[in-house]
């Protein structure tokens, strides 16, 4: 790679991303704002239902038609090869970026026998989300490792946005991995939009609002959200949830909220980024049970807001929440218990704690460091005005 100071055509090809999916889509929107702000010419590549090709405030957005996944409540993939290959050569990009090991390892090598830079961009761990999915973690750790060594080999770099996700590339002793947080509104998500009548209208009379923000799929572990809610009132912690998200398990999570006679409220997809951001301040504590997670844009976001996390050990996030909350292995009793124990700390302390972690991560050094990996940076306002 080589940073030669010119505006960059950077083409970001990415799988699994639909209307409603939450942190990638997210992290797309807020890198490709960044890239097109720093003078360069930023292209996402999407699968979606119909084909379409707009200018949107994060650059040019091209639909393909996907492939829909079974089960997956709505994620399609980039499944014609010679299209895309043919879309590839047309754009001629200057730099490309992958979000997806998976189905499109291949544009890798594409990348590399057309002299283009590439980098894949580690959304989760491969092992991470085969145990999800109840693979032996050694089995896991060996189809990760496999995967992980192609990957590699692939693509000139492989961005890492915590250690946590890193580690597993370490593992394999991979030597062109960088890494790149991710970030956060700053402006957005903030404890101002903390309301006590919203509070007051989802706790249903109950004393603790608890919020999960979540796509409600096997590999987030929404269940895990409503044994924490169980487990508390069990304790006489009169406790109750908010669900912001939509997936394959809604239904079956909503049935046992019924069954159980659990406060629990489902919004289904919240599009609305203000409405999300008043949900979060208004919460007392926001759940994040996703063991593969590599970095978690809503609970960071909840933190924005003043709303400190709960957090599966097994995930990146301890490292991303610090003492800003709290992580706990993977049952409904230990979210449980970190719920109360978090409960113990003074309302204002809790909550300032929460927002000063998140202001280490505002998305302006997040574009810095993806750019970094780009071997290219941010245009002079000079240079801007020529180009």
């Given at each position: ?93 200057d730099r490309l970026e992958v979000s997806d090991r998976t189905s499109l390892r291949w544009t890798g090598e594409w990348a590399r026998r057309n002299r283009v830079p590439s980098v894949m961009v580690s959304h989760e761990t491969a092992d991470g989300v085969l145990r999800t999915w109840r693979l032996p973690e050694a089995a896991a750790a060996r189809a990760a490792d496999r995967l992980n060594v192609r990957s590699a080999w692939a693509y ?232």
């Open positions: 790679m080589n940073g030669s100071g010119e505006p960059l055509r950077i083409v970001r090809l990415a799988n699994f991303v639909t209307p409603s999916s939450g942190g990638l889509r997210t992290a797309l929107r807020e890198l490709g704002r960044g890239y097109l702000a720093a003078g360069h010419e930023p292209v996402l590549v999407v699968p979606g239902e119909h084909e379409s090709d707009e200018l949107t405030s994060q650059g040019r957005v091209i639909t393909l038609p996907g492939v829909l996944l079974p089960g997956t409540g709505g994620y399609r993939v980039l499944a014609g090869r010679r299209k895309l290959r043919g879309l590839l050569e047309t754009l001629a990009p000139s770099r492989i961005v890492c946005t915590t250690e946590w996700a890193e580690r597993e590339f370490v593992r394999i002793g991979a030597r062109n991995v960088v890494r790149a947080p991710l970030g956060v509104d700053l402006d957005a998500c903030r404890p101002g939009r903390r309301s006590t009548v919203l509070r007051a209208r989802h706790a249903q009379g109950n004393g603790v609002l608890l919020l999960l923000c979540s796509r409600l799929s096997v590999e987030k572990r929404p269940g895990t959200a409503l044994d924490a809610l169980a487990a508390l009132r069990g304790n006489g912690v009169k406790a109750a949830l908010v669900v912001a998200g939509d997936g394959p398990l809604r239904d079956g999570l909503m049935r046992r909220a019924r069954t159980e006679r659990l406060p629990a409220v489902f919004l289904g997809h919240v599009a609305d980024r203000d409405e999300l951001a008043d949900l979060q301040a208004a919460a007392d504590i926001c759940l994040a049970p996703g063991p593969a997670e590599t970095f978690g844009l809503s609970a960071l976001e909840a933190l924005a807001c003043g709303t400190p996390v709960v957090a599966s050990a097994s995930s990146a996030l301890p490292e991303v929440i610090a003492d800003a909350g709290l992580s706990a292995p993977d049952s409904g009793e230990a979210f449980a218990d970190a719920v109360r124990r978090l409960l113990s700390r003074p309302e204002p302390a809790r909550r300032e704690a929460a927002r000063a972690r998140a202001e280490l991560f505002g998305w302006p050094a997040a574009v810095e460091a993806f750019l970094a990996a780009h071997d290219t940076k941010a245009l002079t306002r000079e240079r801007q005005a020529t180009t």
